[in-house]
């Protein structure tokens, strides 16, 4: 992949406040004012170049979209996809999404997504994974009560990770799929770019949305 030299993407990102914003806090509780029209907020954290959310914005119009990714370079290239696109319902943080109740009011968000989230094999790393109880305990604020929590991953080490802390934490389970591509779910799946190249090499892709207990 290549990527943009990182002074060079801080440029962008500041010539285009229309589109994306490193200082998400100032909209705290107001997201619904940088879109088209109030309608249900939906949350990425890491949307890497974005295939999903730019997709996701596209399919549904009668939701707003926010894509958060930690990387300026990488989400530079999501905002040179939207100023051509122009979607009225998307919009871009780059931030770290570990500080998603700075950004976001108590049930501001209708849906959050994970898709293909870096796994931190390592024991030591695991408060790293975006699925761990201190990730959890963040979602469970910012979302609507019964709001919807969808994940999705080829890693199997993270997926049962995951499985194990969201039943811990009490989360209820909606759906869930152990080969999602095989499966009937797929029919209204979007891929993301990791999901498209896991697939490819014959991957299973793990699947399972939720919600917290009211
Ligand atoms: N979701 C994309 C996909 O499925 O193709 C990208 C997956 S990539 C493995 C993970 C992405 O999440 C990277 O672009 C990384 O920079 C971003 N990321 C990791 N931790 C993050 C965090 N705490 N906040 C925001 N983005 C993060």
Same mark, same amino acid.
């Given at each position: 992949?290549?990527?943009?030299? =990182?002074?060079?993407?801080?440029?962008?990102?500041?010539?285009?406040? +229309?589109?994306?914003? *490193?200082? #998400?806090?100032?909209? =705290?509780?107001?997201?619904?004012?940088?879109?088209?029209?109030?309608?249900?907020?939906? /949350?990425? /954290?890491?949307?890497?170049?974005?295939?999903?959310? *730019?997709?996701?914005?596209?399919?549904?119009?009668?939701?707003?979209?926010?894509?958060?990714?930690?990387?300026?370079? /990488?989400? *530079?290239?999501?905002? +040179?996809?939207?100023?051509?696109?122009?979607?009225?319902?998307?919009?871009?943080?780059?931030?770290?999404?570990?500080?998603?109740?700075?950004?976001?009011?108590?049930?501001? /968000?209708?849906?959050?997504?994970?898709?293909?989230?870096? #796994?931190?094999?390592?024991?030591?790393?695991?408060?790293?994974?975006?699925?761990?109880?201190? %990730?959890?305990?963040?979602? +469970?604020?910012?979302?609507? #009560?019964?709001?919807? %929590?969808?994940?999705?991953?080829?890693?199997?080490?993270?997926?049962?990770?995951?499985?194990?802390?969201?039943?811990?934490?009490?989360?209820?389970?909606?759906?869930?799929?152990?080969?999602?591509?095989?499966?009937?779910?797929?029919?209204?799946?979007?891929?993301?770019?990791?999901?498209?190249? %896991?697939?490819?090499?014959?991957? #299973? *892709?793990?699947?399972?949305?939720?919600?917290? =207990?009211?």
């Amino acid at each position: 992949m290549r990527l943009r030299n =990182k002074p060079r993407a801080a440029g962008e990102i500041a010539a285009h406040p +229309e589109w994306i914003t *490193i200082t #998400p806090e100032d909209h =705290k509780g107001q997201w619904q004012t940088k879109f088209a029209q109030p309608q249900p907020l939906c /949350v990425e /954290v890491g949307s890497g170049k974005g295939q999903f959310i *730019i997709e996701m914005a596209k399919a549904h119009p009668d939701k707003n979209f926010i894509g958060i990714e930690l990387q300026p370079s /990488v989400i *530079i290239m999501i905002l +040179e996809r939207q100023m051509v696109a122009q979607l009225p319902n998307l919009f871009l943080i780059q931030a770290n999404g570990n500080r998603l109740t700075d950004f976001f009011a108590p049930a501001e /968000v209708a849906e959050l997504y994970l898709n293909f989230s870096d #796994p931190w094999p390592k024991t030591r790393h695991a408060k790293r994974r975006l699925t761990h109880a201190n %990730f959890l305990k963040m979602y +469970e604020i910012v979302l609507q #009560p019964a709001g919807l %929590f969808q994940f999705k991953t080829d890693n199997r080490g993270l997926f049962e990770f995951s499985l194990q802390s969201f039943n811990a934490y009490g989360m209820v389970f909606d759906d869930l799929s152990l080969d999602l591509h095989h499966s009937a779910q797929n029919e209204t799946n979007i891929e993301t770019e990791y999901e498209h190249r %896991f697939s490819q090499m014959g991957h #299973p *892709i793990y699947y399972i949305q939720a919600h917290f =207990k009211t």
